[in-house]
């Protein structure tokens, strides 16, 4: 008998969703931040074992949409809310338990099964833990709740071995050796953007998109060509900086990671553009991955 499944991971910004994924998965697979909004697109991380396979999905964080790149994630989070074979909803002990209620009204209404993650407990005590989870059985009186640090890497055990036992009999969905749906170029661009994420402050981050137009792989190293899209000729100026120094130590940042992440070297050239349109034009989102 083999076991296999999607088992989707959502919850409101912040909470660590991208580092449980990257916890569980045993790869750094999304990128993470202090910032909110990191995560834009559905990721997803495969696990396998002899007889089971796990397909995980992280998502971007809950939120009420201001444009039509918003709009377009919380699709991805809806979606993974209605092909889930099991949810992930991972809440924290920080977060106000009543933040986007409606998604969490909707939790309660699945036939599938649904495990809440109280994340984060490596900031609290026993007794307040125990509250939030007290809480969450009254909230979703069906599921299961699972007290958890993923970044101390605290009771990833006791997910795993929970989300196994819930997995549907089925023959796996991908190959016993693939690890992500998602291809290099992928993973370049969103070093790239992580890198934005922590060198930057207030929109900047937010107003950014990498497109990588280039991506060539030779004997010994990669090629990469990359452009960073942004909104306004002054948020141009900030992203290169004095003398193209801001540009160039985020430039360095992410060769390292994507020679750590692809273990190969890597010749990488980023370039700036302006365009005003790119969080609302259709067009654009397809190109950057967004619209089907």
């Not at 559905?42 to 992280?58: A, H, L, T």
């Not at 918003?70 to 106000?96: C, H, K, P, R, S």
């Not at 809480?135 to 989300?163: C, H, R």
């Not at 937010?206 to 090629?223: H, L, M, N």
Request: charged share 30%; aromatic share 10%.
């Amino acid at each position: 008998m083999h076991r296999s499944g999607f088992v989707n991971i959502i919850g409101n910004p912040n909470v660590g969703k991208s580092t449980l994924m990257n916890a569980l998965v045993g790869e750094k697979l999304s990128i993470v931040t202090a910032k909110a909004q990191t995560t834009r697109h559905r990721i997803m991380g495969i696990v396998n074992g002899e007889d089971w396979q796990i397909v995980y999905s992280d998502t971007p964080g809950i939120l009420k949409p201001n444009y039509r790149l918003q709009q377009n994630m919380m699709n991805f989070v809806d979606g993974a809310i209605g092909d889930a074979d099991i949810i992930l909803y991972v809440t924290d002990v920080v977060e106000t338990s009543d933040k986007n209620s409606e998604y969490v009204e909707k939790l309660a209404r699945l036939d599938c099964p649904v495990i809440v993650v109280v994340n984060k407990i490596d900031l609290s005590s026993q007794d307040k833990v125990v509250e939030i989870m007290d809480y969450w059985k009254g909230k979703l009186p069906g599921s299961i709740i699972i007290p958890a640090s993923a970044k101390e890497k605290f009771n990833m055990q006791s997910i795993l071995d929970t989300v196994v036992s819930k997995l549907p009999e089925c023959p796996p969905w991908f190959d016993k050796d693939a690890f992500t749906d998602k291809n290099l170029r992928f993973f370049a661009s969103e070093i790239i953007r992580e890198k934005i994420l922590l060198n930057y402050k207030e929109e900047i981050p937010y107003c950014c998109e990498v497109g990588i137009e280039t991506f060539k792989e030779g004997a010994d190293r990669y090629d990469i060509s990359a452009v960073i899209y942004v909104m306004r000729e002054s948020q141009k100026g900030i992203v290169i900086g004095k003398g193209g120094s801001a540009l160039k130590k985020v430039g360095t940042q992410a060769r390292i990671e994507m020679e750590d992440f692809f273990q190969k070297k890597v010749f990488l050239q980023m370039y700036v553009k302006v365009d005003p349109d790119w969080r609302e034009s259709r067009k654009e989102l397809r190109k950057f991955g967004y619209e089907e």
